[in-house]
């Protein structure tokens, strides 16, 4: 590993790695960093550590900190790009005409927005992903690749991996690294944001309800959280979509009730992709949450505000004015993040991007309105897609923009049943925020936590779900 981590001469000790490689898995068994299996992804009795890499990857401490810094700026931003419907529908209007699902969260939308708006309690609990980008003359800079605005996943898995590494750093004789491993607690930001939206809901006896899916192989991850809530006494029920179609009901105060008892947050752990609406009765659930009391995070709107189409609008010029009329400071430190970000809609700017793309597809990534990992489109496959829709109003539900260029790294990623080898790694650092909003107060504003996640240079895209990256921890240089 280069550039001031783990040296290369402890990474080739193969003694050495194959003694730590045991220690590692058991250290991680040990301090419950655990996913159920994939031939057992809902029973709790046969489980696994989650892939992790072996050593903590190096960070710029300078990087580290922007993104820390920048994340209250974009909690806000989020939030008001939710309360203000004329720059969504502009945003999303050539999206919503060629791709089914934002077109169908579009029509929740535009239904909840036809009934009487009260002075909601909002709760949004995002994560901001960030690759490091190697400029020509060796220079780093913090590039976002995406938010993620629901169902943003590993802050309780990340909260355990910090005593792992200080432990194998330890075992390997690395003292001085092992005391450079940050404390990291996103599960406990997460429920601090939840414990507060719930307070302010106003009932003791409503519950926060977790809307999962059907495979639970990440519960841990989700136990987390939820068990710092139950420290608090605040009650917790799990439920899927079709349970809450089922069991669900809105009062004549349209406070939510499901299997009879009141719930005063919805916590969207699923509902990012269409496989997760299995039917018309997920959308009908959906729909029944969006109209209700309850607190949801995220409600519709945040939701739509994290599509990669909103992203794309936000780095046109003086759109984030927009937002932030009277904070330039605020705008640039944002603005800063943003990698070069390109319409396709029909119309000239749309044909310069697709001619861009055509002639060096390898300096870009194609991006479709997805979450969750492994959509992305790169190199000679954006030539083969593009001019299979370039004239078409397809290409509209995809967004192009430039393809960050990190500086790889070497590291072990330790997975169940795979081979141990020393890999050409390349990480992902994502950022927590937690607000809470009532009304027009913003009563919480907080970055909550990192996430460093790792996979090998030979995949392009996917994430630690989808079997592709392995979590990690920053070894700031």
């Not at 989020?78 to 934002?102: C, G, Y």
């Not at 018309?280 to 994290?306: F, N």
């Not at 060096?360 to 194609?366: A, G, I, K, R, S």
């Not at 489109?377 to 083969?384: D, K, N, S």
């Given at each position: 590993m280069s550039a001031c981590g783990i040296p290369e001469e402890v990474l080739r000790d193969e003694d050495l790695i194959k003694r730590l490689e045991e220690v590692a898995k058991d250290a991680a068994l040990m301090r419950g960093v655990l996913m159920r299996t994939k031939d057992r992804p809902n029973s709790p009795e046969v489980v696994s550590y989650a892939p992790f890499s072996l050593?903590?990857?190096?960070?710029?401490?300078?990087?580290?900190?922007?993104?820390?810094?920048?994340?209250?700026?974009?909690?806000?931003?989020?939030?008001?790009?939710?309360?203000?419907?004329?720059?969504?529908?502009?945003?999303?209007?050539?999206?919503?005409?060629?791709?089914?699902?934002?077109?169908?969260?579009?029509?929740?939308?535009?239904?909840?927005?036809?009934?009487?708006?009260t002075l909601p309690v909002v709760l949004g609990l995002n994560r901001s992903d960030y690759m490091l980008d190697q400029s020509a003359d060796g220079k780093a800079s913090l590039k976002q690749i995406e938010i993620n605005t629901i169902a943003a996943s590993f802050g309780g898995l990340s909260s355990r991996t910090p005593d792992v590494h200080r432990h194998v750093l330890r075992v390997a004789n690395r003292v001085k690294e092992s005391q450079q491993i940050l404390d990291n607690n996103p599960a406990a930001g997460l429920a601090r944001g939840l414990a507060k939206a719930w307070e302010l809901y106003g009932s003791e006896r409503a519950v926060v309800m977790f809307l999962v899916e059907d495979v639970q192989r990440n519960i841990y991850d989700q136990r987390y959280v939820e068990n710092e809530l139950w420290v608090r006494d605040i009650p917790v029920i799990r439920r899927q979509f079709e349970d809450v179609w089922r069991g669900g009901s809105l009062d004549q105060d349209k406070r939510l009730f499901v299997d009879g008892q009141e719930v005063a947050i919805v916590y969207f752990r699923n509902g990012y992709m269409p496989q997760?609406?299995?039917?018309?009765?997920?959308?009908?659930?959906?729909?029944?949450?969006?109209?209700?009391?309850?607190?949801?995070?995220?409600?519709?709107?945040?939701?739509?505000?994290?599509?990669?189409?909103?992203?794309?609008?936000?780095?046109?010029?003086?759109?984030?004015?927009?937002?932030?009329?009277?904070?330039?400071?605020?705008v640039a430190q944002i603005r800063a993040t943003?990698?070069?970000?390109?319409?396709?809609?029909?119309?000239?700017?749309?044909?310069?991007?697709?001619?861009?793309?055509?002639?060096?597809?390898?300096?870009?990534?194609?991006?479709?309105?997805?979450?969750?990992?492994?959509?992305?489109?790169?190199?000679?496959?954006?030539?083969?897609?593009?001019?299979?829709?370039?004239?078409?109003?397809?290409?509209?539900?995809?967004?192009?923009?430039?393809?960050?260029?990190?500086?790889?790294?070497?590291?072990?990623?330790?997975r169940p049943d795979a081979p141990l080898r020393l890999c050409t790694c390349l990480s992902e650092l994502g950022v927590f925020g937690a607000y809470v909003r009532k009304g027009a107060e913003m009563v919480m504003n907080e970055c909550v936590g990192h996430l460093l996640r790792t996979k090998s240079s030979e995949h392009a895209d996917g994430g630690v779900a989808a079997g592709v990256a392995v979590l990690d921890n920053p070894l700031l240089v």
């Open positions: 050593f903590p990857s190096p960070v710029p401490r300078t990087l580290f900190h922007q993104a820390l810094d920048v994340q209250t700026h974009f909690n806000r931003l989020v939030d008001r790009i939710s309360q203000n419907p004329v720059f969504l529908e502009e945003a999303l209007a050539s999206t919503i005409k060629v791709d089914d699902f934002t077109a169908k969260l579009f029509e929740v939308y535009r239904a909840v927005r036809q009934e009487p708006q997760n609406y299995k039917s018309e009765k997920s959308w009908e659930a959906r729909l029944m949450i969006e109209r209700s009391r309850a607190v949801k995070c995220p409600d519709i709107s945040t939701h739509l505000a994290g599509t990669k189409k909103v992203q794309q609008e936000l780095a046109r010029p003086g759109v984030l004015e927009r937002f932030f009329p009277d904070e330039p400071e605020t943003f990698a070069g970000l390109y319409t396709l809609d029909m119309g000239e700017d749309g044909d310069r991007t697709v001619a861009m793309a055509l002639s060096n597809p390898d300096q870009y990534v194609l991006k479709p309105q997805r979450e969750g990992g492994g959509n992305n489109i790169y190199g000679e496959e954006i030539c083969r897609v593009l001019e299979s829709m370039k004239n078409s109003t397809e290409r509209t539900a995809y967004i192009l923009m430039d393809k960050v260029q990190p500086r790889p790294g070497h590291n072990y990623l330790l």
